[in-house]
C-alpha cells in the first residue's frame, strides 16, 4: 500500500537549517508529482512546494521562496525539503503528500503523518 514517511523535523533556532524528508513506497514513485503542506499551530494547512514527477520543475509559497529548496531523488523514492534562515513563524508540522491527476488539476490522494519543525530560541 502507499505510504509516505516524512522525517527530519526537530527543534532548531531562528536563522538555522532544517532538511525534511518523506520517503515513499506502495507506488512508482517516478511518475507522480508531489508537494510539502505544513500545518501551524491553530491554523489551516498551507501548501509549501510542490514538485513534478521529474523534478524538473518546482513552485513555491511567497513566504517561503529564496529560504526553502524543493527536490526529490527518485532512484531513492524520496523527496526533501531543505529549510534556511527559519523563522518563528516556520513552526508547524510539515507533511508531504502525493499528487494525482493531469498537471495543472491535481489533487492531494495520499499524506504522510508529518514532522514536527520548531523554531525558536
Known amino acids: 500500500q502507499v505510504q509516505l514517511v516524512e522525517s527530519g523535523g526537530g527543534l532548531v533556532q531562528p536563522g538555522g537549517s532544517l532538511r525534511l524528508s518523506c520517503a515513499a513506497s506502495?507506488?512508482?514513485?517516478?511518475?507522480?508529482?508531489m508537494s510539502w503542506y505544513r500545518q501551524p499551530p491553530g491554523t489551516e494547512r498551507e501548501l509549501v512546494a510542490t514538485?513534478?514527477?521529474?523534478?524538473?520543475?518546482?513552485s513555491y509559497a511567497d513566504s517561503v521562496k529564496g529560504r526553502f529548496t524543493i527536490s526529490r531523488d527518485n532512484a531513492k523514492n524520496t523527496m526533501y525539503l531543505e529549510m534556511n534562515s527559519l523563522k518563528p513563524e516556520d513552526t508547524a508540522v510539515y507533511s508531504c503528500?502525493?499528487?494525482?491527476?493531469?498537471?495543472?488539476?491535481?489533487?492531494?490522494?495520499?499524506w504522510g503523518k508529518g514532522t514536527l519543525v520548531t523554531v525558536s530560541s
Open positions: 514538485i513534478t514527477s521529474t523534478g524538473g520543475s518546482t
Open positions: 506502495g507506488f512508482t514513485f517516478s511518475l507522480y508529482a
Open positions: 503528500t502525493r499528487l494525482s491527476g493531469p498537471r495543472g488539476s491535481w489533487s492531494e490522494d495520499y
